[in-house]
């Protein structure tokens, strides 16, 4: 098992940038297939970005194409999120993901608690 604790989040204004970061628990980071996810009030939790194992392969959902970056550390047992240029949004409660096969944009089985991202207009 792993354990996840995602921190970074916060209020910005459009426009500006945030870093979320997932620290995880356990020796075996590098086996596990990373992501993350949000989840905005009244709307269903949505996948934004995974990274493979070895960070060589990375997705995106639409939405952040080209905003956000998802970039793992293997050695320190973290993936971090760049988001840049946010807009309102993508105000939502973002989640750090993680499973031993790939992460689709339906499923992931083990789940951080999750940080609050607040884009004013």
């Known amino acids: 098992q792993v354990q996840l604790v995602e921190s970074g989040g916060g209020l910005v204004q459009a426009g500006g940038s945030l870093r979320l970061s997932c620290a995880a628990s356990g020796r075996t980071f590098s086996r596990y297939d990373m992501g993350w996810f949000r989840q905005a009030p009244g709307k269903e939790r949505e996948f934004v970005a995974r990274t493979s194992w070895s960070g060589g392969s990375t997705e995106y959902a639409d939405s952040v194409k080209g905003r956000f970056t998802i970039s793992r550390d293997n050695a320190k047992n973290t993936v971090d999120l760049q988001m840049n240029s946010l807009k309102p949004e993508d105000t939502a409660v973002y989640y750090c993901?993680?499973?031993?096969?790939?992460?689709?944009?339906?499923?992931?089985?083990?789940w951080g608690q999750g940080t609050q991202v607040t884009v004013s207009s």
């Open positions: 993901a993680a499973d031993l096969r790939i992460i689709t944009t339906k499923h992931a089985d083990y």
